[in-house]
C-alpha cells in the first residue's frame, strides 16, 4: 500500500509543514516507508493537452505513473486567487478518470482569510468527485493565524484535527481495499 501527499503548488512553506503534520499522525496507522510525499516543486511537469501518456517527458510521465500506483492521496492545496493553483489543476488533468476512482483523498487547504475555504468546497472537492475518489468528509483549512511567523503549525484545534483526519483516512483506506477487492462490507464495518 502506498499513500501520496501531495504538496498542490510549487511555491511556499506551510503546505509542507501541514504535510508533515499529517504524516507524522499518519505514521500511528500506516508504516512510514508506505507514505510518500510528492512535491509538484520537484518536477517538471508539461502542461496536459491531451496528449498519450508517453508523449510526455520523463518527469510528467513519473509524476502520472506515482498517481495511478497510489492507493491514496493526502493533498494539501495552497489557495492563491480564490482558486487553487494552476499548477494542481494541470497535475488533476494529466490523470485518467480511472486513474484516482474509489481510492481514499483527505484534503487540507490553506489561505490568507477564513473565507477561501469555500474554495475547497466549490473547486477542489468537485474536481475529486469527477475522479469517483473516497473523500474523507473532514477537510481541513487553514489560514495565516494558525502559525507562528517561522511556520510552525500552533493552533491546538489544527492539530487534534489533523489528528481525526488521519484517523478517518486510515479507515477509508480500508474500506476502498475492500472495494478494490470486492469484498462485502457494511459501512457499520468502519
Known sequence: MRVLLINGTIVGEK?????????????????????QN???????????????????????????????????YVIVSPIFQRSIP???????????????????????GNGGTYQHHLVVEHQLKPILDYF?????????????????????????DILKRIQELAGVFHQYLKMSEDIKNGDDFSLTDY
Do not use: W
Open 86 to 108: 494552476g499548477v494542481l489543476k494541470n497535475m488533476f488533468d494529466l490523470i485518467s478518470p480511472k486513474a484516482m476512482r474509489y481510492k481514499p483523498v483527505a484534503i487540507l
Open 15 to 35: 503546505t509542507k509543514v501541514l504535510l508533515n503534520e499529517v504524516k507524522k499522525q499518519l505514521i500511528e496507522y500506516i508504516p512510514s516507508h508506505e507514505l
Open 38 to 72: 510528492l512535491y509538484l516543486e520537484d518536477y517538471q511537469m508539461e502542461f496536459a493537452d491531451g496528449r498519450p501518456k508517453e508523449a510526455y517527458n520523463e518527469d510528467t510521465q513519473n509524476l502520472i505513473e506515482a498517481i495511478e500506483e497510489a492507493d491514496g
Open 132 to 156: 469517483r475518489c473516497l473523500m474523507t468528509p473532514n477537510y481541513i483549512y487553514t489560514h495565516t493565524n494558525h502559525f507562528s511567523h517561522q511556520n510552525e503549525l500552533i493552533d491546538e
